[in-house]
């Protein structure tokens, strides 16, 4: 590509629809470079990957485009299986189509079959490849962020009764971190959930009088139990995103010696670590994860390393 090329003829915030996709249109091979990747949600107008994604293509020489797709629920699955005719390398997927595009995949990985979700896909031939990276951009972030590995930690988690937060869960179990807390509203889902995860917390180490794997609702004294023995809080539930929501915990709760994860990367602070930084805690929101994830992707899809701090500048960037 020569150099002071015109990289993009769409502009950066246009949202396609599934029925561009679907009706077999030529408009995203129109497009210069042509769109050859995407992320699928409803909504989707909101999201920040074209962004990084886009910087990270261009700065690799990779002439295609990635573009967001607004897709409604009822027309994922055609969505999904219109992928490779019309010319994609692959999607990211995010709220509401992970467990979607779990069921559309020929070929899901063992990770992204355990998590009951999928948030990358791949283009092979015909065939869709699914994969899930919330997890491993969860370690990675957690890294950078506060230089911990996540199989050190006693970890509490908010809202694991499905989507990210059943995929932290299993990274969890993968990692054997050393404690797990699910905590979510409905108790039922997180008791059904530590049962699942069990054999990967059993152990022959004496480890005292505390168990490693633990399942409560969002109960007060039961919280304040359970953080007098956590290392690393994680919200991996939506509330958070609008300011008017209610605090998750309570701020007398959280203490200088936590490290607090808040996967929501809306604009500003959320109450959740406005909280957990006037308590003296370390803190960080999903900017990180988000960059992380979208570095996997480009992993996934490109079989090379994601010039990650391209990336990282790009999403720092208003947009």
Known sequence: MSP????????????????????????????????RLSVFGDPVAHSKSPAFHNAALRSAGIDVQYVKIHVAP?????AFRALPGAGFL????????????????????DYARRSGSVNTVAVQGDRLLGFNTDGPGLVRALREEFSVDLRDLRVVLLGAGGGAGRAIAVQCAIESCERLVLVNRTLEKALALAAELA????????????????????DETALREQLAHADLVIN????????????????SLLTPSLLVYDTVYASGRSRLLEDAAAAGARCANGLSMLLHQGALSFEIWFNRAAPLEVMRKALMEPV
Not at 5 to 29: K, P, Q
């Open 4 to 35: 002071g090329l015109v990289f993009y003829s769409s502009r950066m915030n246009e949202v396609y629809t599934a029925e561009d996709l679907i009706c077999g249109s030529d408009i995203f091979a129109r497009l210069s470079p042509p769109a």
């Open 74 to 78: 009822d027309r994922a699955p055609a």
């Open 236 to 251: 991996a539930s939506s509330v958070g995103m609008r300011r008017t929501d209610a605090p998750l915990i309570p701020a």
């Open 90 to 109: 692959g999607t990211n997927v995010t709220i509401p189509h992970k467990a979607a595009a779990l069921a559309a995949v020929d070929e899901p990985d």
């Open 199 to 218: 054999p990967s917390f059993r152990t022959d180490r004496l480890v005292g009088p505390i168990e490693r794997l633990v399942a409560i609702s969002f």
